[in-house]
Structures are given as structure tokens and as C-alpha cells.
Nanobody
């Protein structure tokens, strides 16, 4: 059974930093991308950052220059380093792993940025 476990969320002041981790257990074959999404109350879930099997990255315009996505293939883990955090970054962050036919989601971790 595949399970994605997230960690690293919390409360931070504007301008601060947080690092999120998402570790996948179980057998996952054919991963083509890993990523992070976020959802604020009353808002649609939006893409934050993705990293492909070829290690190419993509970021939402709102986080470019502030967030960095990375992966550790040996540990089947994806990370999100978040710097210069803003109150508008406040949301529940979900990690995601995609295969050609399936998508797996983490349980979500709360990130709250105070002004």
C-alpha cells in the first residue's frame, strides 16, 4: 500500500522560512513527476511546484525565486524549501506523486504565515 507522509508545516512570521518533506512508502513504479499543491480556505487547490523524473522544475509565478523543490530518489522523498514567506502563502500544502495512470496525495500539512 502506498502512503505519502508530509512533515515540516507550522507557524512562521512573514519573511521567515520553512522546509516541507514528503516521504513515500510502498512500491511506486513509473513516477513521472512529484509536486506540491496548496489550498487556502475557500480557494481552489493550486499548483505550487513540480519536479519531473528528468529533474526539470516548474513553479507558480507567485513563488518563483522564493521556493525551491527538490527530490531524493533513493529515499523516495520530495522537498519544498520555502523562503521569504508571505501571509498569502498560508494554506494547507499537499504533496503529489504522479505515474502514467495514478496520482497519490499526502495528508496535507498546515503552513501559516503571520504578518
Amino acid at each position: 500500500q502506498v502512503q505519502l507522509v508530509e512533515s515540516g508545516g507550522g507557524l512562521v512570521q512573514a519573511g521567515g522560512s520553512l522546509s516541507l518533506s514528503c516521504a513515500a512508502s510502498g512500491s511506486i513504479l513509473g513516477i513521472n513527476a512529484m509536486g506540491w499543491y496548496r489550498q487556502a480556505p475557500g480557494q481552489q487547490r493550486e499548483l505550487v511546484a513540480t519536479i519531473t523524473s528528468g529533474s526539470s522544475t516548474n513553479y507558480a509565478d507567485s513563488v518563483k525565486g522564493r521556493f525551491t523543490i527538490s527530490r531524493d530518489n533513493a529515499k523516495n522523498t520530495v522537498y519544498l524549501q520555502m523562503n521569504s514567506l508571505k501571509p498569502e502563502d498560508t494554506a494547507v500544502y499537499y504533496c503529489n506523486i504522479r505515474t502514467p495512470h495514478l496520482a497519490y496525495w499526502g495528508q496535507g500539512t498546515q503552513v501559516t504565515v503571520s504578518s
